[in-house]
């Protein structure tokens, strides 16, 4: 299947950076910092990934701005920026210039991105950002649950894309997955109809995928904590090679 046609694969690394920093925050200079994020980048590119997805948060509690310097000049396809709606990121982002990024929710103290964007109330900074990154060349995502009304309203900023937030999904009951596979599913054809190239992600594993993959118009899935668990029992190749094989059964037209 060509890479053009397939739906993409986007890993989401931070949790290399999250190894590395448990040990080395302190010291990243030592010769002994480990893993190494851009070797991470680089396995994962060459088992299938499509791109490199990294968050550069406020709190820098994994990904540090050096890696995304690093990655952006040795990577050898698509770079995606996940960040927070800050003129701190903005101004790194403008630098950087990755080759797309998803604009996120973010707290301090939650563990992962916890919820969508609430671009219905959200303020002009969001509009005159994504504005300001486009200008950029950068493609801009919004990471919305998947709710219509955030659906419609993503499509009113100007934005390219949106990334539904599957977490719902993926941590409900068997029961529970239907009715929040339903949710992505419509969200899908919304977004689809307004125009939008429909990514998504948050808590994607191979056991929810399958389910997943019933949902029309996807262009990107963005995976990163499952892959990273499980490469440190089959290895980070393997991990990226066994998404790739689930994903490469989507039944639906990528364009
Ligand atoms: N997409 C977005 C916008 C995210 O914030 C995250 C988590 O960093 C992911 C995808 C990947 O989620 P997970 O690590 O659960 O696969």
Redesign the pocket.
């Known amino acids: 299947m060509s890479s053009e046609s397939r739906l993409k694969l986007g890993v989401?690394i931070?949790?290399v950076a999250t190894l590395r920093q448990a040990r080395y925050a302190p010291m990243l200079r030592s010769p002994n910092a480990e893993p190494n994020v851009l070797a991470a980048a680089n396995e994962v590119e060459a088992n299938g990934a499509d791109s490199i997805?990294v968050?550069l948060r406020l709190d820098r509690r994994h990904i540090q701005d050096c890696d995304v310097f690093e990655l952006r000049e040795n990577i050898r396809t698509a770079l995606n920026l996940?960040m927070g709606n800050t003129q701190e990121i903005l101004d790194i982002a403008l630098k950087v210039k990755p080759d797309f990024v998803?604009i996120?929710p973010e707290n301090r103290r939650e563990v992962?991105?916890e919820g969508g964007l609430n671009v219905r109330n959200a303020d002009t900074s969001l509009k005159r950002n994504i504005e300001t990154l486009q200008d950029c060349g950068i493609k801009v995502s919004l990471?919305v649950d998947p709710e219509v009304a955030q659906v419609r309203a993503a499509a009113k900023t100007g934005a390219e894309m949106i990334?539904l937030?599957t977490?719902a999904f993926?941590n409900a009951s068997p029961d529970g997955g239907k009715s929040e596979l339903k949710k992505i599913i419509e969200a899908a054809e919304v977004g689809n109809g307004e125009g939008l190239q429909i990514n998504a992600?948050?808590?994607?594993t191979v056991s929810n995928l399958p389910t997943l993959l019933q949902t029309p118009y996807l262009a990107e899935l963005?995976?990163?904590?499952?892959?990273?668990s499980r490469s440190l029992f089959i290895g980070l190749g393997q991990a990226v090679r066994e998404m790739r094989t689930l994903m490469d059964s989507y039944p639906y037209p990528v364009s």
């Open positions: 989401n931070d949790h997805t968050h996940e998803c996120v992962t991105t990471f990334e937030h977490g993926a992600g948050h808590g994607i963005n995976i990163g904590h499952h892959i990273v």
